[in-house]
């Protein structure tokens, strides 16, 4: 980045070494010469939506009418498209159809989803870089970038996207995704990575592979700053919960339209609001490792840290969002979280199904806590189970299994003094008397007077009246 | 017998033999498959063409879009005889999944390899939880079984109609028809739907209108119920893509009525949907069949299909490959090859020994060993079969004789069969051996399923194999394998629920300490059988001391996107290409737009992201720009 020349720093990230070996672009695609290949449509994506997209003056919430993503996938599996194709909060059709209001309307260049292919899909692209395009444009990533350096140096590419008339004398060179990346990200309002290869390099950069995958961040280097003044929005997760990245992109929207707070991100530049805390703080059966109990058996609904979860150290928040559309999430279903969100993953992580050595301290610790706390918490669950009237009458009507819930005549004493202390400070008894009611038929809620008989007989004769 | 061009025999209990006379029976030179068109005869005949005609196209289509990945098409194109003349599929990106996995744990294996594709979101995890479990003889209890069933109905619940609205759909909308086919717009507007009473659009050009792109009603309908689908895959797998609860073993779903109730919600959902869309892709190909009889070679290929089976039967599945037959023919989609229109085996030992991966054409160095002479089971293999194979990149320049692509080329019995979710259907018409139920039978040329009854009428729809495979058949199988998926989930659905009437609940083999008792220090050799989105998926593995110390991935799209194998056969995309005649108007050059051609890629839901799951050493990469296989630039 020309950036990073001028601060003065004279550390080449791999961004600048793979541009210093391409070398400035001179040339694009002959728009004659392509005609109408690969376009079916003979109009782009965004020309096709624009009459329904276009939003009207009253509709406008904010300086932007429009901007420009283009997503690319590098050494990915397009898992991450899929989760966000999955979102609903809000969805990439209300995005993409400006139906979200107040946001502008994202004219998005995907290669899942687009009308146009090959040469055609590419041109506003290269408009991008040319500076002739209409409107703000931020770049997105999915997949790892690999080191296309070395492989540069013999004109090839590990993950292409296109050709342009870049190689030497205007020739046909298939372009890498990183070049892409490179080329755009300076001039990009923002440039976000979506899932754990872009964010943090993920499986594609596990031991083991000698592709020297790597994330946006690093490729970029830490003085990368984009049009805006933005470092790399990390939105991480193997596949994230698409809602996290939609959600994100919305608050960025909101914020550029003027209405929205600054959205907040740590210092790894994730969405804090999304990644602030441990999966586990959210996580359903967080209360069960409270409680010291814990999962045996694959299936168990019990906290699954024995079996493997590593969600007391992971920063994600899948429990309390769910996947798609509030549904799933991994624990809640049974599934024992393997670090995906995190800049360890995979190999901090493996061998998977294996308990984290370091939870023998903490579950040690929860199952002494438990083993007083648990009793404590059944007694009351068992007080609590049981109606006053069944307490008044010493009686349970249940024809279901009636023994359990009845209490022991040590219960039945300590939860006459539990609930003398719990009353104490209950303003309901202090001396004044209510003046609005009939106070001879007000049963007092007291209970430490013998059970009333005579109120039973009274009302069953009642009942029969 | 079912081999023609591997020298196997059987003896009377159906084990097969090499044969004795022929000395290097696998040998390319001595074991060849009849080819049809010689590379050099379609060489020559592009050249004379060149010669006599100036309408040739030589064009490189980067990226062909709305398919999942990094796919790129090559075709000579004679804009005058409306000929595809020639046709290169190449993969165009590479990670490296095998290459990671081995030397690992072989329990990083399910997540790790669920990674390779992210649009078949869970497939890979299970297909290597299989091949986890043969080689450590761990048997999932039945409801693991059932479970796992469950979560891949939801997927194929999500996978079809994303295929069918998002990705092939736009291709026959209002938005490209108008414009690659103005010719078939005054004939939609007059043609009456013949199936209007159950999917509401009255005309074919109502309908191609609401195939439009983000803006139609079934785009954004299909749209809506992948995430239903999703959804219940979620419920049960905690996530998609890439499930939490894929264990060897097993799964390690928490189930309880709920779970099965919420999966049960959706599910009645989806019924009434499959009978409009099966509607909607009837409706499609009965109007351009009508329009123009050259569409029904559009993507046309020889009925050559081959499909591992999928959905299991919990109680005859046992995890091992000895019983692999018997328990492979009790699966919900019955395993087998078809070739030529035959069925000629449902065995999984034929399908797996017919099995061979070859590299003339990809950016490998000869991968092949004689590690392995048979499959553990008595039964002969090749050296270039996946427990015989390495992954052994080398990258080099793109030439269209040499290497061109990071696929490579899985053949069957040396012959070009293909993958595709409507094989499924494909094979289980032909079988009959679908397990007893009341929704689903097979008569040995269709299917007849019945829908049970949602907000309209039951009904009863019947799938008829068709006789040429194309384009607009492959969409409509697709159509009818989504009805398909679902009824076997409905059907796996009532097994749940009598599971746990039974109190039967116990969904993994060991629990997750008692794994390291399980893993095994001698060699094991494995594979994992299983189906994806677009068909075939099997995930071939070998262990010793406890550590991976070889794992092959074959994907339905690996075979699918194949490039040339050894004999020049060319791949099912290049073929289904240079079989589709070039019906839009191209008068004028410069309006070409390959809609035909892209309608043949795309039936086929080309998936790039796990056909290119390898990796490779330090190497170079030099590439001849602009090279063809006409020599001309």
Same mark, same amino acid.
């Given at each position: 980045?020309?950036?990073?020349?001028?601060?003065?720093?004279?550390q080449r990230?791999?961004?600048?070494?793979?541009?210093?070996?391409?070398?400035?672009?001179?040339?694009?695609?002959?728009?004659?010469?392509?005609?109408?290949?690969?376009?079916?449509?003979?109009?782009?994506?965004?020309?096709?939506?624009?009459?329904?997209?276009?939003?009207?003056?009253?509709?406008?919430?904010?300086?932007?009418?429009?901007v420009?993503?283009?997503?690319?996938?590098?050494?990915?599996?397009?898992?991450?498209s899929?989760?966000?194709?999955?979102?609903?909060?809000?969805?990439?059709?209300?995005?993409?159809?400006?139906?979200h209001?107040?946001a502008?309307?994202?004219?998005?260049?995907?290669?899942?989803?687009?009308?146009?292919?090959?040469?055609?899909?590419?041109?506003?692209?290269?408009?991008?870089?040319s500076?002739?395009?209409?409107?703000?444009?931020v770049?997105?990533?999915?997949?790892?970038?690999?080191?296309?350096?070395?492989?540069?140096a013999?004109?090839?590419?590990?993950?292409?996207?296109?050709?342009?008339?870049?190689?030497?004398?205007?020739?046909m060179?298939?372009?890498?995704?990183?070049e892409?990346?490179?080329?755009?990200?300076?001039?990009?309002?923002?440039?976000l990575?979506?899932?754990t290869?872009a964010?943090?390099?993920?499986?594609?950069?596990?031991?083991?592979?000698?592709?020297?995958?790597?994330?946006?961040?690093?490729?970029?280097?830490?003085?990368?700053?984009?049009?805006?003044?933005?470092?790399?929005?990390?939105?991480?997760g193997?596949?994230?919960?698409?809602?996290?990245?939609?959600?994100? %992109?919305?608050?960025?929207?909101y914020?550029?339209?003027?209405? #929205?707070?600054?959205? !907040?991100?740590? *210092?790894? $530049?994730?969405? @804090?609001?999304?990644?602030?805390?441990?999966?586990?703080?959210?996580?359903?059966?967080?209360?069960?490792?409270?409680?010291?109990?814990?999962?045996?058996?694959?299936?168990?609904?019990?906290?699954?840290?024995?079996?493997?979860?590593?969600?007391?150290?992971?920063?994600?928040?899948?429990?309390?969002?769910?996947?798609?559309?509030?549904?799933?999430?991994?624990?809640?279903?049974?599934g024992?979280?393997?670090?995906?969100?995190?800049?360890?993953?995979?190999?901090?992580?493996?061998?998977?199904?294996?308990?984290?050595?370091?939870?023998?301290?903490?579950?040690?610790?929860?199952r002494?806590?438990?083993?007083?706390?648990?009793?404590?918490r059944?007694?009351?669950?068992?007080?609590m189970?049981?109606? %006053?009237?069944?307490?008044?009458h010493?009686?349970?009507?249940? #024809?279901?299994?009636? !023994?359990?819930? *009845?209490? $022991?005549?040590? @219960?039945?004493?300590?939860?006459?003094f539990?609930?003398?202390?719990?009353?104490?400070?209950?303003t309901?008894?202090?001396e004044?008397?209510?003046?609005?009611?009939?106070?001879?038929?007000?049963?007092?809620?007291d209970?430490?007077?013998?059970?009333?008989?005579?109120?039973?007989?009274g009302?069953?004769?009642?009942?029969?009246? | 017998?079912?081999?023609?061009?591997?020298?196997v025999?059987?003896?009377?209990?159906?084990?097969?033999?090499?044969?004795?006379?022929i000395?290097?029976?696998?040998?390319?030179?001595?074991?060849?498959?009849?080819?049809?068109?010689?590379?050099?005869e379609?060489?020559?005949?592009?050249?004379?063409?060149?010669?006599?005609?100036?309408?040739?196209?030589?064009?490189?289509?980067?990226?062909?879009?709305?398919?999942?990945?990094?796919?790129?098409?090559h075709?000579?194109?004679?804009?005058?005889?409306?000929?595809?003349?020639?046709?290169?599929?190449?993969?165009?990106l590479?990670?490296?999944?095998?290459?990671?996995l081995?030397?690992?744990?072989?329990?990083?294996?399910i997540?790790?390899?669920?990674?390779?594709?992210?649009?078949?979101?869970?497939?890979?995890?299970?297909?290597?939880?299989?091949?986890?479990?043969?080689?450590?003889?761990?048997?999932?209890?039945?409801?693991?079984?059932?479970?796992?069933?469950?979560?891949?109905?939801?997927?194929?619940?999500?996978?079809?109609?994303?295929?069918?609205y998002?990705?092939?759909?736009?291709?026959?909308?209002?938005?490209?028809?108008?414009?690659s086919?103005?010719?078939?717009?005054?004939k939609?507007?007059?043609?009456?739907?013949?199936?209007?009473d159950?999917?509401?659009?009255?005309?074919?050009?109502?309908?191609?209108?609401?195939?439009?792109p983000?803006t139609?009603?079934l785009?954004?309908?299909?749209?809506?119920?992948?995430?239903?689908?999703?959804?219940?895959?979620?419920?049960?797998?905690?996530?998609?893509?890439?499930?939490?609860?894929?264990?060897?073993?097993?799964?390690?779903?928490?189930?309880?009525?709920q779970?099965?109730?919420?999966y049960?919600?959706?599910?009645?959902?989806?019924?009434?949907?499959?009978?409009?869309?099966?509607?909607?892709?009837?409706?499609?190909?009965?109007?351009?069949?009508?329009?123009d009889?050259?569409y029904?070679?559009?993507?046309?290929?020889?009925?050559?299909h081959?499909?591992?089976?999928y959905?299991?039967?919990?109680?005859?599945?046992?995890?091992?490959?000895?019983?692999?037959?018997?328990?492979?023919?009790?699966r919900?989609?019955?395993?087998?090859?078809?070739?030529?229109?035959?069925?000629?085996?449902?065995?999984?030992?034929?399908?797996?020994?017919?099995?061979?991966?070859?590299?003339?054409?990809?950016?490998?160095?000869?991968?092949?060993?004689?590690?392995?002479?048979?499959?553990?089971?008595?039964?002969?293999?090749s050296p270039?079969?996946?427990?015989?194979?390495r992954?052994?990149?080398?990258?080099?320049g793109?030439?269209?004789?040499?290497?061109?692509?990071?696929?490579?080329?899985?053949?069957?019995?040396r012959?070009?069969?293909?993958?595709?979710a409507?094989?499924?259907?494909?094979?289980?018409?032909?079988?009959?051996?679908?397990?007893?139920?009341?929704?689903?039978?097979?008569?040995?040329?269709?299917?007849?399923m019945?829908?049970?009854?949602?907000?309209?009428?039951?009904?009863?729809?019947?799938?008829?194999?068709?006789?040429?495979?194309?384009?607009?058949?492959?969409?409509?199988?697709?159509?009818y394998?989504?009805?398909?998926?679902?009824?076997?989930g409905?059907?796996?659905?009532?097994?749940?629920?009598?599971?746990?009437?039974?109190?039967?609940?116990?969904?993994?083999?060991?629990?997750?300490?008692?794994?390291?008792?399980h893993?095994?220090?001698?060699?094991?050799?494995?594979?994992?059988?299983?189906?994806?989105?677009?068909?075939?998926?099997?995930?071939?593995?070998?262990?010793?001391?406890?550590?991976?110390?070889?794992?092959?991935?074959?994907?339905?799209?690996?075979?699918?996107?194949?490039?040339?194998?050894?004999?020049?056969?060319?791949?099912?995309?290049?073929?289904?290409?240079?079989?589709?005649p070039?019906?839009?108007d191209v008068s004028?050059?410069?309006?070409?737009?390959?809609?035909?051609?892209?309608?043949?890629?795309?039936?086929?839901d080309?998936?790039?992201?796990c056909?290119?799951?390898?990796s490779?050493?330090?190497?170079?990469?030099?590439?001849?720009?602009?090279?063809?296989?006409?020599?001309?630039?």
């Open positions: 980045m020309a950036r990073t020349a001028s601060n003065g720093t004279d990230t791999p961004a600048d070494l793979l541009l210093d070996f391409h070398g400035p672009v001179e040339r694009y695609h002959d728009r004659e010469e392509l005609g109408d290949f690969g376009m079916p449509a003979r109009a782009f994506m965004e020309d096709l939506l624009e009459p329904i997209a276009k939003a009207g003056a009253m509709s406008r919430l904010g300086p932007l009418e429009k420009h993503a283009f997503w690319f996938a590098g050494m990915s599996c397009d898992g991450c899929v989760s966000v194709t999955g979102a609903t909060s809000p969805s990439v059709e209300s995005l993409v159809l400006g139906a209001p107040g502008p309307r994202v004219i998005l260049h995907h290669p899942v989803l687009n009308v146009e292919s090959g040469a055609n899909y590419m041109r506003p692209h290269e408009m991008a870089l500076g002739e395009l209409d409107g703000p444009y770049i997105i990533l999915e997949g790892s970038i690999a080191d296309e350096t070395r492989a540069a013999d004109g090839g590419y590990w993950s292409g996207q296109g050709e342009e008339p870049w190689g030497p004398d205007g020739r060179r298939t372009v890498s995704t990183a892409w990346m490179a080329r755009l990200a300076p001039g990009a309002a923002a440039s990575a979506i899932g290869c964010t943090w390099g993920g499986v594609p950069s596990a031991e083991g592979n000698p592709t020297g995958a790597m994330s946006l961040m690093d490729f970029l280097g830490k003085d990368y700053r984009s049009a805006f003044g933005v470092p790399v929005v990390n939105i991480p193997c596949a994230p919960v698409g809602d996290n990245f939609t959600e994100t %992109v919305a608050a960025i929207l914020f550029l339209q003027g209405f #929205g707070p600054l959205p !907040e991100f740590d *210092e790894l $530049g994730r969405p @804090s609001w999304l990644f602030g805390e441990t999966v586990h703080r959210h996580c359903v059966r967080g209360a069960y490792y409270e409680e010291g109990d814990f999962a045996e058996e694959f299936g168990d609904k019990e906290c699954l840290v024995e079996i493997g979860c590593w969600g007391p150290v992971v920063n994600c928040n899948i429990t309390s969002r769910g996947a798609i559309n509030g549904v799933g999430g991994c624990m809640n279903v049974g024992a979280c393997i670090g995906c969100t995190m800049p360890g993953f995979p190999d901090k992580f493996t061998p998977f199904y294996k308990r984290p050595p370091g939870s023998l301290a903490s579950s040690t610790v929860a002494m806590v438990g083993s007083i706390m648990r009793p404590l059944k007694y009351s669950n068992n007080n189970n049981r109606e %006053v009237r069944w307490d008044v010493g009686d349970i009507p249940s #024809g279901w299994a009636r !023994e359990k819930s *009845e209490p $022991g005549v040590v @219960s039945e004493i300590s939860h006459r539990y609930d003398k202390l719990r009353r104490s400070t209950d309901g008894r202090n004044v008397e209510p003046w609005g009611k009939r106070a001879e038929w007000t049963k007092e809620r209970s430490d007077r013998e059970p009333d008989l005579t109120l039973r007989a009302a069953t004769s009642g009942r029969k009246e | 017998m079912c081999f023609k061009n591997l020298p025999e059987f003896d009377e209990a159906g084990v097969a033999t090499l044969r004795r006379d000395a290097d029976p696998y040998a390319l030179s001595v074991t060849k498959p009849d080819v049809g068109t010689t590379e050099a379609r060489e020559e005949r592009i050249q004379r063409l060149m010669a006599a005609n100036g309408h040739i196209k030589d064009i490189n289509m980067d990226p062909v879009t709305r398919v999942a990945g990094a796919l790129a098409i075709v000579a194109a004679d804009l005058d005889a409306g000929e595809y003349l020639d046709a290169h599929s190449q993969a165009t590479f990670r490296g999944y095998e290459v990671i081995m030397g690992r744990d072989p329990r990083d294996a997540f790790v390899s669920s990674r390779a594709c992210g649009v078949c979101g869970g497939v890979h995890a299970h297909a290597s939880a299989y091949a986890i479990e043969m080689a450590m003889g761990l048997r999932p209890p039945p409801f693991g079984t059932v479970i796992r069933n469950l979560q891949e109905a939801a997927e194929m619940g999500y996978d079809n109609p994303l295929h069918l998002l990705l092939a759909g736009p291709d026959y909308s209002e938005a490209i028809i108008r414009q086919n103005p010719e078939l717009w005054p939609a507007e007059q043609y009456r739907c013949p199936n209007e159950i999917h509401g659009f009255r005309t074919m050009a109502d309908l191609m209108t609401a195939l439009n983000l139609g009603q785009y954004r309908e299909g749209l809506d119920f992948t995430r239903l689908s999703r959804e219940m895959f979620a419920v049960l797998a905690g996530k998609f893509p890439h499930p939490q609860t894929v264990v060897p073993g097993g799964v390690s779903s928490t189930i309880t009525l779970s099965l109730n919420e049960h919600s959706r599910l009645a959902k989806i019924f009434d949907y499959a009978a409009r869309m099966m509607a909607v892709w009837d409706d499609i190909p009965e109007f351009l069949y009508s329009c009889e050259r029904r070679l559009v993507g046309a290929r020889p009925t050559n081959i499909d591992p089976g959905w299991d039967d919990p109680y005859a599945y046992d995890a091992t490959y000895a019983n692999c037959n018997d328990w492979g023919q009790r919900w989609s019955s395993p087998g090859v078809v070739i030529d229109g035959e069925l000629v085996t449902t065995r999984l030992t034929d399908l797996n020994i017919g099995l061979e991966e070859f590299v003339e054409h990809s950016y490998y160095d000869e991968s092949s060993t004689s590690r392995h002479a048979d499959d553990t089971a008595g039964n002969p293999i270039y079969h996946p427990w015989n194979k992954t052994l990149p080398r990258p080099a793109k030439d269209w004789k040499e290497k061109y692509t990071w696929a490579t080329a899985p053949r069957w019995d012959k070009v069969v293909e993958a595709g409507y094989s499924r259907l494909l094979m289980t018409a032909k079988a009959r051996a679908l397990p007893a139920n009341d929704f689903i039978e097979a008569t040995g040329h269709s299917v007849r019945l829908i049970p009854k949602g907000l309209t009428a039951e009904a009863e729809v019947e799938w008829h194999a068709p006789d040429q495979w194309n384009a607009l058949e492959r969409n409509r199988g697709r159509a394998h989504y009805l398909f998926s679902q009824l076997v409905l059907n796996n659905l009532l097994m749940a629920y009598d599971m746990m009437k039974k109190g039967e609940t116990r969904v993994a083999a060991v629990p997750a300490d008692e794994l390291d008792d893993i095994p220090s001698d060699v094991r050799r494995s594979v994992g059988w299983w189906g994806a989105g677009r068909g075939w998926l099997t995930h071939h593995m070998e262990m010793e001391n406890g550590k991976l110390t070889n794992y092959q991935i074959v994907t339905p799209s690996t075979i699918n996107a194949s490039p040339r194998d050894p004999w020049d056969q060319p791949g099912p995309y290049e073929e289904a290409v240079m079989n589709t070039i019906i839009e004028d050059p410069g309006r070409f737009t390959g809609i035909d051609m892209l309608r043949a890629i795309r039936s086929f080309p998936c790039m992201p056909t290119t799951h390898v490779t050493q330090h190497g170079t990469i030099v590439r001849e720009v602009n090279t063809c296989s006409c020599g001309a630039d």
